[in-house]
């Protein structure tokens, strides 16, 4: 293995132990917390609020119109990657336009930023699997897509989860499918993930500032969770790696 390769093997060790940390005080007073919150909504709102995020999500990554280039064929680990952080960063400029002008556009266009910043996040992961080699046409990689971003955007109790189904995702993939997927804990961890800051691009005159930095890093998030996601898989398919860090326990 060459010299970019064992430090991006590296790299992907130290994430696999984070992701399979056990949540901190900090973070089980967080989750507390947000259920609570959670509790004071009637069921019916989150039945509402659920459909209408699985309806957004699947629209965008199941839909059969949706048109992404074709899977990279050749080309190093090291020169994949440097095209998908290319591609992270013009998306990640692209929503941080978008969350401007709605932050600056009051409390309306502040609500058209969640639909917008979805679609966004999403099309950026279809670019990212397609230059990792991955064909996007095939139903089990949108489910991984699905995957990966519940991870980006979750507390660490359900990204602990998340990533052992995506450590194991040859047999994951036999046993969720877009029905079977937990919609309401999606829903619930990425509203909570993202709340304070997209609250925040509410506020008048600060709302364009708030808006532009916190989708700036949300798709950051993004892309860096879906840079280790592919990059264990890779390493996977090579027989460098398995599911769990050495140390990890």
């Known amino acids: 293995?060459?010299?970019?390769?064992?430090?991006?093997?590296?790299?992907?060790?130290?994430?696999?132990?984070?992701?399979?940390?056990?949540?901190?005080?900090?973070?089980?007073?967080?989750?507390?917390?947000?259920?609570?919150?959670?509790?004071?909504?009637?069921?019916?709102?989150?039945?509402?609020?659920?459909?209408?995020?699985?309806?957004?999500?699947?629209?965008?990554?199941?839909?059969?119109?949706?048109?992404?280039?074709?899977?990279?064929?050749?080309?190093?680990?090291?020169?994949?990657?440097?095209?998908?952080?290319?591609?992270?960063?013009?998306?990640?400029?692209?929503?941080?336009?978008?969350?401007?002008?709605?932050?600056?556009?009051?409390?309306?266009?502040?609500?058209?930023?969640?639909?917008?910043?979805?679609?966004?996040?999403?099309?950026?992961?279809?670019?990212?699997?397609?230059?990792?080699g991955h064909d996007v046409r095939s139903f089990p990689e949108r489910l991984y897509l699905l995957h990966i971003f519940q991870l980006a955007f979750s507390s660490q109790h359900t990204r602990r989860e998340t990533y052992r189904q995506l450590a194991a995702w040859p047999e994951t993939q036999q046993t969720v499918t877009a029905e079977t997927f937990d919609w309401r804990t999606f829903q619930q961890e990425y509203r909570d993930y993202i709340d304070l800051a997209k609250l925040a691009q509410l506020v008048p005159v600060i709302g364009a500032a708030v808006g532009a930095v916190a989708n700036y890093r949300l798709l950051a998030q993004l892309g860096e969770t879906a840079i280790m996601c592919y990059r264990l898989r890779w390493f996977a398919e090579h027989g460098r790696i398995t599911g769990e860090a050495d140390s990890a326990q």
């Open 1 to 132: 293995m060459n010299s970019p390769d064992q430090q991006a093997l590296h790299d992907l060790q130290a994430w696999q132990r984070r992701m399979q940390q056990q949540p901190t005080w900090l973070n089980q007073v967080a989750r507390r917390v947000q259920a609570r919150l959670n509790a004071l909504l009637p069921e019916k709102v989150h039945v509402a609020i659920t459909a209408a995020i699985q309806k957004m999500v699947q629209g965008v990554l199941f839909g059969s119109t949706h048109t992404t280039q074709k899977p990279v064929s050749e080309g190093t680990l090291q020169e994949r990657e440097a095209r998908v952080r290319a591609r992270i960063r013009a998306y990640r400029n692209t929503a941080a336009v978008e969350g401007g002008v709605t932050g600056a556009g009051g409390f309306l266009l502040g609500l058209a930023d969640f639909p917008l910043l979805l679609s966004i996040k999403l099309k950026l992961l279809f670019d990212i699997a397609a230059l990792y």
